[in-house]
């Protein structure tokens, strides 16, 4: 079934490690996404790709890094995790087409301690 | 850039009252207005859209309203059911291809049985 996959769904690290999260879609769209979602659940956008080899910053400044090498493939990496890093990420695809709605990953719960 | 505010930021209502969830946008060249659901611990899930050459878009018992003059827009919830409780975001965008969502703060509604 097409759908994006978000890996892992649970994280909890140490600070200083660094982290990469997964993102694949089997959905066959150009345009990816990758969110922050604090607790009070506003959805910020930090990076998003409209095709391979490219990447964009969202409106909301984050210390990650995102490469999309891979039409399917959108991983976002941090360095040097934080606690103030700790969110939930989700990841979200939508077709190159105008208006068109995003469907979004499970998301991945991330702790820095 | 685009602003969109949400009202209000928490709803309780009585199983069976209808829900009114309304948005504002800023920018005038926005012509695509989805509305997300997501239930708790859950993604995000497109529930209904609207395109600015439609005034009103019913979908069972959900409805959105858009007024493009007043540059607002509404999700209506009639005879609500607990399992409508959930927090539910709406968007704007202008019909570009380089062009992304921007998310209202989202609304937490609470259907008491």
């Known amino acids: 079934e097409a759908d994006i996959y978000q890996t892992p769904r649970y994280l909890v690290i140490g600070t200083g490690k660094k982290i990469t999260l997964e993102c694949s879609q089997t959905m066959g769209h150009d345009k990816m996404y990758w969110y922050q979602q604090d607790p009070g659940m506003e959805l910020h956008l930090i990076h998003y790709s409209y095709g391979v080899n490219s990447t964009e910053k969202g409106d909301l400044s984050s210390e990650s890094t995102v490469s999309r090498i891979r039409t399917e493939h959108f991983p976002l990496t941090l360095e040097s995790a934080r606690p103030s890093h700790t969110s939930q990420y989700l990841c979200?695809?939508?077709?190159?087409?105008?208006?068109?709605?995003?469907?979004f990953g499970n998301g991945t719960r991330l702790t820095v301690t | 850039g685009e602003n969109v505010e949400q009202h209000p930021s928490t709803l309780s209502v009585q199983e069976g009252d209808s829900a009114v969830i309304k948005c504002t946008y800023s920018?005038?060249?926005?012509?695509?207005f989805p509305w997300y659901k997501q239930e708790l611990g859950k993604r995000p899930q497109l529930i209904i859209d609207?395109?600015?050459?439609?005034g009103e878009k019913k979908d069972q018992r959900i409805a959105v309203t858009l007024n493009k003059t007043a540059k607002h827009f509404s999700l209506h919830i009639t005879e609500t059911q607990p399992e409508d409780s959930a927090v539910y975001f709406c968007a704007a965008t202008r019909n570009s291809g380089y062009s992304t969502l921007t998310f209202g703060k989202g609304t937490m509604l609470l259907v008491s049985p």
């Open positions: 920018d005038s060249a926005s012509n695509y």
């Open positions: 609207i395109r600015s050459n439609v």
């Open positions: 979200a695809s939508s077709p190159s087409s105008y208006n068109s709605p995003l469907h």
